[in-house]
T-cell receptor, first 116, second 112 residues
Framework: EAGVTQFPSHSVIEKGQTVTLRCDPI?????LYWYRRVMGKEIKFLLH????????ESGMPNNRFLAERTGGTYSTLKVQPAELEDSGVYFC??????????????FGEGSWLTVV | SQQGEEDPQALSIQEGENATMNCSYK?????LQWYRQNSGRGLVHLIL?????REKHSGRLRVTLDTSKKSSSLLITASRAADTASYFC????????????FGTGTLLAVQP
């Protein structure tokens, strides 16, 4: 069974450009999450989808970030325009059921973004 | 802030020694989990301990949880060079939320 896959694995862009990160969750997982770790700091929650609906987007830093999950399958996270402080690793994760049922959340390898 | 802390921030030991990492959190929790991140790689789930459990074992890993002190510890016994990685605790706060809050992480280096 394929795990959570993310693309691109690494990206270097200039300040002001746009980058779109993609995440394919484990097949059948309705719950999809985005997290990020910037500047070697803590890993922080960005948002949570249940199927195509945004269940919780309380961690989205500002309106330069747009996440979508059309059709409830893969998700994209767009950063436009990118700023230097957006550099870091963006993790996607998925789970079959809500975490309240004790289910494990599976993380992808991350998309490593460098803004120069 | 709901963020917690881990200590030590960095730990260097010799192969065969035991490594202990501590995690403190600030909210009530449903469960607490430990993850490993090898350099440049993704997060790998290691172990989950529920709020009504006090200790859990998995192979060379031993996790304890003290909800009265809002703290957890991860013990890796008989460490190997391949255990070199960053280790994070993460918890799901109590209440109607499905997000994980992560600790600051401990960077473990196991010298061969």
């Amino acid at each position: 069974e394929a795990g959570v896959t993310q693309f691109p694995s690494h990206s270097v862009i200039e300040k002001g450009q746009t980058v779109t990160l993609r995440c394919d969750p484990i097949s059948g997982h309705d719950n999809l999450y985005w997290y990020r770790r910037v500047m070697g700091k803590e890993i922080k929650f960005l948002l949570h989808f249940v199927k195509e609906s945004k269940q919780d987007e309380s961690g989205m830093p500002n309106n330069r970030f747009l996440a979508e999950r059309t059709g409830g399958t893969y998700s994209t996270l767009k950063v436009q325009p990118a700023e230097l402080e957006d550099s870091g690793v963006y993790f996607c994760a998925s789970s079959q059921d809500l975490l309240s049922s004790g289910n494990t959340i599976y993380f992808g390898e991350g998309s490593w973004l460098t803004v120069v | 802030s709901q963020q917690g802390e881990e200590d030590p921030q960095a730990l260097s030991i010799q192969e065969g020694e035991n490594a202990t990492m501590n995690c403190s959190y600030k909210t009530s929790i449903n469960n607490l989990q430990w993850y490993r991140q090898n350099s440049g790689r993704g997060l790998v789930h290691l172990i989950l301990i529920r709020s009504n459990e006090r200790e859990k074992h998995s192979g060379r890993l031993r996790v304890t949880l003290d909800t009265s002190k809002k703290s957890s510890s991860l013990l890796i016994t008989a460490s190997r060079a391949a255990d070199t990685a960053s280790y994070f605790c993460a918890w799901r706060p109590g209440g109607a939320t499905n997000k994980l809050i992560f600790g600051t992480g401990t960077l473990l280096a196991v010298q061969p």
